[in-house]
Every structure is written in structure tokens, then in C-alpha cells.
């Protein structure tokens, strides 16, 4: 008797270790990560972007595929996501490029109208009252491929008061009582630091690290807070390098604002700072964006 409970025992513990094993492997967890709706956006986007084709190739900006990625961001995503920042665009790597970077603009944007949005204009704000006409009919027509309800009709924006300042130069930032900049002594410069000159920056100057070691100090107590600098001359390749590094960009290139080209990197990297990035005087964004030299 004891050799067959010995035996039963055996049996048990086999079938136990079976269905721990069966659990543990059990199919992929990939798939309950997806967005839901994720292979019709997808294929709403190629439909839009390229007529569905992966051999496209934007004669004016050299966006490639079936997802019109620009050359840039593709060595910086399909560094990030297949792990091979050399990765020639084949069918299936721009479908895994495209899948992991939509799937992590739906994680911070939330739908998929603001992700569409975003895919065009690299603008995170996912209020489409603030959108242009064209990003509107852009994101229109993806989301009545997907048979997702169209934008509703844009309200009109109420009106502001000019009691409070308000930090320039980023959507969606809340009121701030006081817009530091680098002209103030408040801010402690030591190491190597340049400067340059312009009359659309707050204070009229900026600054920005010249050699190995520069730091400034500035104490503070905020909810947001702006720090407007210069950090390459070429902010392309600037972006390009943090996001092969792991630093959440807003802006993945850069974007034609007043005081030049800028770039927004995501708090989420920064400590819960908003960081604001512009490229110095002359540098190739300026050309590529159409400012005209002054």
C-alpha cells in the first residue's frame, strides 16, 4: 500500500508540475499588449500614407515604406524596437517598426485620433481643438477607415484672461506666475558655457554648454518648468542620439516655432521636467524648415 500511495503521489505531483508548466508557458502575452483596434489603424495608416506600399519613397522628404517613416526616425526606432539601428526596411521590419512605435503612442497619447495626429505633425497635444485644418482631415480619414467616429466640430476656444503669464512656446501648459530664462541671476552658470543672441528668446539670449563638466543651478518649486537652451548645432541628430539612448521624445524631429527649430523631450524622461530644445542660428533645421537668413 504505501508503494501505491508513493506511486499516486508521483502521478500527482507530475500532472501538478505539467499544468505550472502549461500555465507558464502558455501563449504569447504579446497580443493582450496590443492596443485594441491596432492591425486596422495600422492598415489604415498605410492606406493613407502610401496606398499600402512598402517601396514608397517621399521624393521631397525621403520618408520610406508603407508608413512614410522618415529616414531618421526609422534608424532611431528600429535601433529601439528590433534592436538594429542598421535594419534595412523590409516589409516585416517596417510592419515591427511601425507596430512597437504605434503601440507606444497609444500607451502615452491614449486613442487613436491623437496618434494619427501625432504620425503627421510629431505634436503630442491630444486636444483637437488645437489642431490645424489639415492635421484634422489627416486624422478624419484614418479614423473613418477604421470605422472609428470622426472629430466632432471644432469648438470655439474661450476666451483667456490676462491676469496670469503663461509659458511660451508649449501647448497645454498650465499658468505660470514667473517665465525664467537665462538672462536671470537666479540661475548659477559655472564650467563652459556659449551664448547666442535672438530676439524671439526670453531675455533675448540663450545659452548652452560649450565643454565637458558645464553645470547650472537653479532652485525652484513648480508644478512645470521650461528650460529653454541650445544642446547641438544639429538638433536632428541631437534627437536622434536621445532616442537611441532611451529618452521619450514628444518631438522625434524638429519643428518650425518663431524663435527657430525646437524640439520637446517628455518629463517622463526628465524628472517631470518639460525640456524645450532649439537649434543654434543657421543650423541645418533652419534651411530644411524654410527659414529665410537674417
Known amino acids: 500500500m504505501p508503494k501505491v500511495l508513493g506511486r499516486l503521489r508521483a502521478i500527482a505531483s507530475a500532472l501538478i508540475a505539467g499544468l505550472l508548466l502549461v500555465g507558464l508557458i502558455g501563449p504569447a502575452t504579446t497580443q493582450a499588449l496590443d492596443p485594441p483596434n491596432i492591425e486596422r489603424f495600422m492598415e489604415a495608416l498605410g492606406a493613407v500614407e502610401s496606398n499600402g506600399r512598402y517601396d514608397a ?4 522628404s525621403g520618408a520610406l515604406g508603407k508608413y512614410q517613416i522618415l529616414p531618421s526616425n526609422w534608424q532611431a526606432w528600429s535601433g529601439k524596437y528590433p534592436g538594429d539601428p542598421n535594419a534595412a526596411p523590409t516589409p516585416g521590419n517596417q510592419d515591427t517598426v511601425a507596430r512597437a512605435k504605434l503601440t507606444a503612442l497609444y500607451d502615452w497619447l491614449g486613442d487613436w485620433g491623437s496618434v494619427a495626429h501625432w504620425w503627421l505633425t510629431g505634436d503630442g497635444d491630444t486636444n483637437p481643438n488645437h489642431w490645424s485644418d489639415r492635421s484634422r482631415g489627416y486624422v478624419d480619414k484614418i479614423l473613418a ?29 498650465a499658468p505660470a506666475s514667473r517665465v525664467y530664462d537665462e538672462s536671470d541671476r537666479a540661475i548659477d552658470f559655472s564650467g563652459g558655457w556659449g551664448q547666442a543672441e535672438f530676439a524671439s528668446y526670453n531675455g533675448g539670449i540663450v545659452r548652452y554648454a560649450v565643454s565637458a563638466g558645464a553645470t547650472a543651478w537653479f ?18 541628430e541631437a534627437l ?52 529665410q537668413p537674417g
Open 57 to 60: 519613397v517621399n521624393a521631397t
Open 145 to 173: 477607415y477604421i470605422g472609428a467616429p470622426v472629430l466632432s466640430p471644432r469648438r470655439a476656444a474661450p476666451p483667456s484672461s490676462s491676469s496670469t503669464a503663461t509659458v511660451s512656446g508649449a501647448a497645454g501648459l
Open 219 to 236: 532652485t525652484f518649486s513648480v508644478t512645470v518648468w521650461l528650460w529653454l537652451t541650445v544642446v547641438f548645432a544639429n538638433l536632428a
Open 240 to 291: 536622434l542620439r536621445l532616442e537611441i539612448d532611451g529618452v521619450e521624445l514628444i518631438d522625434t524631429s524638429p519643428r518650425r516655432r518663431a524663435e527657430g527649430p525646437v524640439a520637446f523631450l517628455h518629463p517622463r524622461s526628465c524628472h517631470g521636467v518639460l525640456v524645450e530644445l532649439i537649434e543654434a542660428p543657421g543650423g541645418p533645421s533652419w534651411r530644411a524648415l524654410g527659414y
